[in-house]
């Protein structure tokens, strides 16, 4: 019953930031952690960032460490990705869904649509 959506994505040079924002509807809020995945084009989908449920907890994959950053929302079952210095392979659509515990990268629910993030070189 939940459904998802994401937003802010877009064309930036290297070196650059985006912020993306996530939104879930249809259930109960604040249940589970929440988490970013991302699918690049010919790979599979990936972890990517994930954030507790009280938000004192945030996990990375290694590749975006350092320059990526997790948070929620001001809104119930809202949360955002902010994404800093940014190179080529970070060019993916992106997804949010929620994940079961912290430290945990499976993705709990249905995917929504992603929103397109192309780094130029």
């Known amino acids: 019953q939940v459904q998802l959506a994401e937003s802010g994505g877009g064309l930036v040079q290297a070196g650059g930031s985006l912020r993306l924002f996530c939104s879930a509807s249809g259930g109960p809020g604040n249940t589970y952690t929440m988490g970013w995945f991302r699918q690049a084009p010919e790979k599979e989908r990936e972890f990517v960032a994930g954030?507790?449920?009280?938000?004192?907890?945030?996990w990375y994959a290694d590749s975006v460490k350092g320059r990526f950053t997790i948070s929620r929302g001001d809104a119930k079952n809202t949360w955002n990705l902010q994404m800093n210095n940014l190179n080529a392979e970070d060019t993916a659509v992106y997804y949010c869904?929620?994940?079961?515990?912290?430290?945990?990268?499976?993705?709990?629910?249905?995917w929504g649509q992603g929103t397109q993030v192309t780094v130029s070189s």
């Open positions: 869904n929620y994940v079961d515990r912290p430290r945990e990268t499976l993705p709990l629910g249905s």
């Open positions: 954030i507790s449920r009280s938000g004192s907890i945030t």
